[in-house]
C-alpha cells in the first residue's frame, strides 16, 4: 500500500479552482466556454497562482464541462463551492486577489441560484 510522502499535506489544496475548456461543434446552442476564452482565463489564473507563490496552497486547473454552458466562461472554486458566471480575463485579477488569498467570494460574478418564489401560505 502506498505510504503518504513526508512533509506533504493531504489533501493539498487550501483551494482549488476549476476553470470550463469544454469545445462544442460551433452551431451548437449552448455555445462552450472555449469559444468564449477560457484558455486565456485559465492562462491568467495559472500566472497569477504562480506569480503570486501560491502555489502549493492553491491549484487552478482545467476542467470539463460544468453544465453550465450557457453562463460561461464557467469557474468554480472549492472548499467553498462558489460557482462563477461570465468570467473573462479582466476578472482574473480580483477572483485571486479577493477570493484566493482573502477568502471573500466576488459577489458580481457568481452564479446566484434562483430564489424561491414566495408562496401565499
Ligand atoms: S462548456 Fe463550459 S460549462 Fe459547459
Given amino acids: 500500500m502506498p505510504e503518504p510522502v513526508p512533509n506533504r499535506r493531504y ?4 483551494r482549488h479552482v476549476f476553470i470550463c475548456l469544454n ?11 472555449t469559444r468564449k476564452g477560457s484558455p486565456q482565463v485559465l492562462a ?5 497562482v504562480e506569480g503570486m507563490k501560491l ?9 470539463g464541462c460544468l453544465d453550465t454552458c450557457e453562463l460561461g466562461v464557467s469557474v ?3 472548499p467553498e463551492a462558489v460557482w462563477y458566471k461570465q468570467v473573462t480575463v479582466a476578472d482574473v485579477d480580483e477572483i485571486v486577489q479577493s477570493h484566493l488569498v482573502k477568502g471573500i467570494p466576488v459577489e458580481r460574478l457568481r452564479m446566484v441560484p434562483p430564489q424561491p418564489v414566495q408562496g401565499n401560505a
Fill in 23 to 33: 469545445e462544442r461543434p460551433a452551431d451548437n446552442p449552448r455555445g462552450d466556454c
Fill in 44 to 48: 491568467r489564473f495559472k500566472e497569477l
Fill in 76 to 78: 468554480v472554486v472549492y
Fill in 55 to 63: 502555489k502549493p496552497r492553491i491549484r487552478a486547473q482545467k476542467c
Fill in 11 to 14: 489533501p493539498p489544496f487550501e
